[in-house]
């Protein structure tokens, strides 16, 4: 990490500078929809929909939108500096005239090791959903799945150090992250064991989201153990930087978010879209995917084992790793043709457009599944009524077809769209144009940022002033529409 931050400051061209202030802009939108998650989840909950009877699905999303609230801040800061060593003259990570390189890996890294859990938590609450769904019964342990997501989270933020093992540190600090580390292995490994024990004893249907699924944990508990083992300090002087990192990586990130994506994909494809794709293509699709993935970077630990280090392309041919290499080849060969099968499947099934109904799974449990596919803009006309976990079957198992409603039929208030979001990102746009060849010393770079500035604050200026009480859906229209609408 010293030699990349060194780098950075270093590279010429603007290719840093354009990634610095992207990332900047692309956090922002992050962070804000973050908090407003965090608001929609607290503040907007249906009738007896308390925290304990949220979807886990639900659930991670809100520990995700918190995690994002305090994780991305100090990305953004290190990104500051970085553009004030850079574009300003300053000396935040210069060496030589005073700075300090390992502050930029503290700050990125504490953005960093929680960003992993960013993208897996919510790929954890669709597997839990699935589980649930095709084993026809509750999820086993919800309580200890909500308390296990929440902890996940809490000590996502106590780990970074891990990545930093080599820097230095001192045996006091690294022996206080490597307990840390495999301390966080504790409550992946109650879900682990809650998602087999949701399978016990239930009436498993194997469609291609639940192959998906039973996939995922020999996969993702693969990456885990490899995790562990990079957790343990003196043996990640042999590991870090070395090939066995980049398996253990993949093997959680494509283990776990990308098959948690594909298994999304294809859970809620008939929600979305009201059509459902092919279960023989999609199983094509699965089959090669997962044979091509574990094909790409099982051989891998082995390649780092022998030495190879990452960040490098090229090798001399007696050193050995020519056929591992090869081997992840034809493996990243055959998760390139699994994603093209899938590409065909959504072309082939929105070509049929064969519609289907608000349940086409059969055991939906949630209450998306109680409204037509695609929902109508409006979800529900009536707020439902929860009564339990899982409130959608709880209704099927009393004979009902239909949610109960919670509120006589009335006006919906919607908001009304606007274009105001656009033109404040099109401002900044602008304005990282012109700071991105400001550095040039270019006569014309400072109008562009004063421009895209003024098109940002008076968007906001508008947005804030701007009286937008939105519209309402009568509900004389909703009684006469008998095709659309959530029964409830």
Same mark, same amino acid.
């Given at each position: 990490? #010293?030699? $990349?931050?060194?780098?950075?400051?270093?590279?010429?061209?603007?290719?840093?500078?354009?990634?610095?202030?992207?990332?900047?802009?692309?956090?922002?939108?992050? @962070?804000?929809?973050?908090?407003?998650?965090?608001?929609?989840?607290?503040?907007?909950? &249906?009738?007896?929909?308390?925290?304990?009877?949220?979807?886990?699905?639900?659930?991670?999303?809100?520990?995700?939108? !918190?995690?994002? @609230?305090?994780?991305?801040? +100090?990305?953004?800061?290190?990104?500051?500096?970085?553009?004030?060593?850079?574009?300003?003259?300053? *000396?935040?990570?210069?060496?030589?005239?005073?700075?300090?390189?390992?502050?930029?890996?503290?700050?990125?890294?504490?953005?960093?090791?929680?960003?992993?859990?960013?993208?897996?938590?919510?790929?954890?609450?669709?597997?839990?959903?699935?589980?649930?769904?095709?084993?026809?019964?509750?999820?086993?342990?919800?309580?200890?799945?909500?308390? !296990?997501?929440?902890?996940? %989270?809490?000590?996502?933020?106590?780990?970074?150090?891990?990545?930093?093992?080599?820097?230095?540190?001192?045996?006091?600090?690294?022996?206080?992250?490597?307990?840390?580390?495999?301390?966080?292995?504790?409550?992946?490994?109650?879900?682990?064991?809650?998602? $087999?024990?949701?399978?016990?004893?239930?009436?498993?249907?194997?469609?291609?989201?639940?192959?998906? !699924?039973?996939?995922?944990?020999?996969?993702?508990?693969? %990456?885990?153990?490899? =995790?562990?083992?990079?957790?343990?300090?003196?043996?990640?002087?042999?590991?870090?930087?070395?090939?066995?990192?980049?398996?253990?990586?993949?093997?959680?990130?494509?283990? =776990?978010?990308?098959? =948690?994506?594909?298994?999304?994909?294809?859970?809620?494809?008939?929600?979305?879209?009201?059509?459902?794709?092919?279960?023989?293509?999609?199983?094509?699709?699965?089959?090669?995917?997962?044979?091509?993935?574990?094909?790409?970077?099982?051989?891998?630990?082995?390649? %780092?084992?022998?030495?190879?280090?990452?960040?490098?392309?090229?090798?001399?041919?007696?050193?050995?790793?020519? &056929?591992?290499?090869?081997?992840?080849?034809?493996?990243?060969?055959?998760?390139?043709?699994?994603?093209?099968?899938?590409?065909?499947?959504?072309?082939? &099934?929105?070509?049929?457009?064969?519609?289907?109904? *608000?349940?086409?799974?059969?055991?939906?449990?949630?209450?998306?599944?109680?409204? +037509?596919?695609?929902?109508?803009?409006?979800?529900?006309?009536?707020?439902?009524?929860?009564?339990?976990?899982?409130?959608?079957?709880?209704?099927?198992?009393?004979?009902?077809?239909?949610?109960?409603?919670?509120?006589?039929?009335?006006?919906?208030?919607?908001? *009304?769209?606007?274009?105001?979001?656009?033109?404040?990102?099109? =401002?900044?746009?602008?304005?990282?144009?012109?700071?991105?060849?400001?550095?040039? #010393?270019?006569?014309?770079?400072?109008?562009?940022? $004063?421009?895209?500035?003024?098109?940002?604050?008076?968007?906001?200026?508008?947005?804030?002033?701007?009286?937008?009480?939105?519209?309402?859906?009568?509900?004389?229209?909703?009684?006469? #529409?008998?095709?659309?609408? %959530?029964?409830?």
């Amino acid at each position: 990490m #010293d030699i $990349i931050c060194i780098t950075f400051l270093h590279s010429e061209g603007h290719g840093i500078d354009f990634y610095v202030l992207g990332l900047q802009i692309s956090g922002l939108g992050t @962070l804000i929809a973050g908090i407003n998650f965090l608001v929609t989840i607290i503040n907007m909950r &249906t009738p007896g929909m308390t925290y304990m009877r949220m979807p886990l699905f639900t659930w991670s999303t809100f520990v995700v939108s !918190a995690l994002i @609230l305090f994780a991305f801040p +100090p990305l953004t800061v290190g990104l500051v500096l970085m553009m004030f060593d850079r574009m300003f003259g300053s *000396n935040f990570f210069d060496v030589a005239a005073g700075g300090n390189t390992i502050i930029w890996e503290h700050l990125f890294w504490i953005f960093g090791h929680p960003e992993v859990y960013i993208l897996i938590l919510p790929a954890f609450g669709i597997f839990s959903e699935i589980f649930a769904t095709f084993s026809r019964k509750r999820l086993f342990g919800y309580s200890s799945m909500v308390f !296990a997501t929440v902890l996940i %989270g809490f000590l996502g933020f106590m780990v970074w150090a891990h990545h930093m093992f080599t820097t230095g540190l001192g045996p006091i600090a690294n022996a206080i992250f490597a307990v840390a580390t495999m301390a966080i292995a504790v409550p992946t490994g109650i879900k682990i064991f809650n998602w $087999i024990f949701t399978m016990w004893g239930g009436s498993v249907k194997f469609t291609v989201p639940m192959l998906y !699924a039973v996939a995922f944990i020999p996969s993702f508990t693969m %990456g885990g153990v490899t =995790g562990i083992m990079n957790a343990s300090a003196p043996a990640d002087y042999q590991f870090h930087d070395s090939y066995f990192v980049v398996a253990h990586f993949h093997y959680v990130i494509v283990g =776990g978010v990308v098959l =948690g994506l594909l298994a999304g994909i294809t859970f809620y494809w008939p929600k979305m879209f009201g059509t459902m794709l092919s279960e023989k293509l999609g199983k094509v699709t699965f089959w090669t995917f997962l044979i091509g993935f574990h094909l790409t970077f099982f051989i891998q630990h082995f390649l %780092g084992l022998m030495g190879m280090p990452r960040r490098v392309f090229t090798f001399l041919d007696n050193q050995g790793l020519n &056929t591992g290499n090869m081997i992840s080849t034809v493996g990243a060969f055959l998760m390139a043709f699994a994603v093209i099968v899938m590409v065909i499947n959504i072309i082939m &099934t929105s070509a049929k457009n064969e519609k289907v109904g *608000n349940d086409p799974w059969g055991d939906g449990r949630t209450l998306e599944w109680a409204i +037509p596919s695609p929902p109508p803009f409006y979800n529900f006309k009536q707020l439902p009524l929860v009564r339990g976990l899982d409130p959608y079957w709880v209704e099927k198992m009393e004979g009902k077809k239909e949610m109960t409603p919670a509120e006589p039929l009335g006006d919906i208030h919607m908001p *009304n769209s606007s274009i105001l979001p656009l033109t404040i990102s099109f =401002g900044l746009f602008v304005a990282a144009f012109g700071a991105l060849y400001n550095m040039d #010393d270019k006569t014309w770079t400072l109008p562009i940022i $004063i421009v895209g500035l003024l098109i940002t604050f008076v968007s906001m200026l508008i947005r804030s002033v701007k009286d937008d009480h939105g519209f309402h859906i009568h509900k004389e229209d909703l009684m006469d #529409d008998k095709d659309k609408g %959530g029964k409830a």
